[in-house]
């Protein structure tokens, strides 16, 4: 059953406290009033709320202060926030430190339930999304344990699009869809029988023909995400290769998104430098011999450029990060071997 919706309100005045309160939990949601930004924080390690009514002026760390603080945190960022003050002609300086709306004292009561409504559905919407994308992750790291994959390539995967996509100039919002669709590249591989996957000697035709259908059936899975239809065109395309003859599309050159051959230069590089069921990883070096062979026909030449001295640093700090936890690990398990 969906839980009550929370509201903190956070306001140094005790009437405008428990005003706010009464009205609230009238129409059936948990309130948490407190009278300083200390308190709320305090509040807030214990139950994130799903909206933060904030009064402007207060002792102390004011309003607009504390909400800035919030929106530097990744835990609070997207945190709907409502100011409430009795100076609404400064809206503009009020929102520019981060809220999402400003109500004037007195409130009008059915606007400032009006506008807690709207924030709760988009809050509850953000984090439906956030479970699923999270689902999603889970799931393709299992996708990969069953066609005989280390559990860690989307991470992986995602570790070098990032990297290669900073090096390319993309950053923001577009850097941070490349990261999630390179974590979620291979989840239509669920639609792929177990028996092709771990299949140990080279696929027939007809074998391989399931295979083509993946990046289609990940693009089906991911369209309801944030950001769904950038993560889509990528996911969907990063098996289509620089000079034409990829799948599923056949798309070609800068037809094929920038995400998706970054995408398909990071998972080959790490599908060659890693253990399969018909051979042994590749070194760094020759992995990165074969992208270059392939530059011009598979893989755009200048991304391989770009990725060359990235590769090289990463393997090398991955391979320090797995060092540093098997050292943790016999650490914490002298005797395990």
Known sequence: MTREP?????????????????????????VVAVGSAGEARRAMERHLPDVLLLDV????EDGPTFCSRLRADPATAHLPVVFLTAVPMLEEMWLSSGADVVVPKPFNRTMLLSWIRRLVRVHRAQQSAE????????????????????????????????????A???????LEVVQRAALLHDVGMIAVPESILTQPRALTAAEFEPITRHPVVGADLLHRLPDGPEMVAIVRAHHERWRGGGYPDGLEGEAIPLGARIIAIADAFDALTSDRPHRQALSV???LEILWFGAESQWEPGLVELFDPIARAVNVRLEEERQRRLLLLHQLLPDHR
Do not use: C, F, N
């Open 57 to 60: 002026m207060m002792p102390g």
């Open 168 to 174: 390319a100039g993309l950053q923001g919002a577009a």
């Open 6 to 30: 929370t509201v903190l309100v956070v306001d140094d005045d005790p009437g405008v406290r428990g005003l706010v309160q009464r009205m609230l939990t009238a129409e059936g949601y948990r």
């Open 131 to 166: 479970a699923t994308e999270a689902t999603l992750a889970a799931l393709a790291a299992v996708i990969e344990k069953r066609s005989q994959h280390s559990a860690e390539h989307p991470w992986r995967v995602a570790r070098y699009s990032s990297e290669l996509a900073r």
């Open 285 to 287: 070096g020759d992995a």
